[in-house]
């Protein structure tokens, strides 16, 4: 598609959403991708993240696919644009992959089982002990203010977080928590919030916490107690 044309289809696009803002609720999910990923572009800004990050191509590539062959139910906390691919990994059985983000906005990018609420709430919409692993990533101390977004940073906001985690786990579960260093310079196991809700854990291929040397986004992993 020529970029004239690329521009006008997308500023029409945002026209469309502007008017009409109930519209994009009524368009099939897989359309109304097609236009935000084919006209807008939305995805052309991420295409150096998605294929260079290591901390990215770690979650797309070894974690995520580990995760999908390791555990049934599974949680992924905050979607974005990027994020939409990682249903393929459980296209076995869709009914088996949940996301969850606060911003409705992101609704589209999020698997059929998606939730439109904060991680916190997730005990109103899923009884006890239903999940067997829970994606967190991205999502704590993650700020972009002109967005308003504030991701949770403080201590009892992470202890309530970690509770209501645990409340929605098995036993023997798996929290696993990204993030990045300069957002929380140590991790919620150094900063002894884990008791008595879970523990590090080295049952998975990378141990307890996974680094990327000369980079400053760390993965750690916490069985559920
Ligand atoms: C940087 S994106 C991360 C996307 C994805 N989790 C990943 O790691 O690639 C952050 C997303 O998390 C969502 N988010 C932040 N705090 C949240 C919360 N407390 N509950 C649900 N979603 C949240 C934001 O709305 C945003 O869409």
Redesign the pocket.
């Known amino acids: 598609m020529t970029g004239t044309l690329k521009t006008s289809l997308s500023k029409i696009a945002y026209w469309v959403n502007d008017v009409f803002p109930g519209a994009k609720s009524l368009i099939p999910k897989s359309l109304h991708r097609f236009v935000l990923l084919r006209i807008v572009g939305m995805n052309d800004q991420y295409e150096n993240m998605l294929r260079r990050n290591p901390e990215r191509l770690f ?1 797309q590539n070894e974690a995520l696919p580990w995760v999908s062959a390791t555990y049934k139910q599974v949680l ?5 644009v ?2 939409y691919q990682y249903e393929r990994l459980f296209a076995d059985d869709p009914n088996r992959y949940t996301t ?4 409705p906005s ?1 609704k589209v990018w999020g698997s059929k089982h998606h939730i439109v609420a ?3 709430q997730i005990e109103q919409y899923r009884p006890p002990g239903f999940f067997d692993c829970i994606v967190l ?3 704590l101390a ?1 700020r972009i203010p002109e967005h308003g ?1 504030y ?2 940073i403080e201590h009892d906001d992470l202890r309530a977080l970690l509770k209501v985690l645990h409340g929605v786990l098995r036993q023997g579960g798996l929290l696993l928590v ?1 993030w990045n260093l300069r957002d929380m310079t140590q991790s919620l196991s150094q900063l002894g919030l884990l008791e008595p809700y879970f523990a590090p854990t080295d049952k998975t291929p990378w141990g307890p916490r996974k680094e990327f040397p000369g980079d400053p986004h760390v993965f750690e992993f916490y069985e559920r107690r």
């Open positions: 979650l992924f906390v905050g979607t974005a990027y994020t969850i983000d606060r911003n992101t904060p991680i916190e990533s991205g999502v993650y977004d991701g949770l990204g």
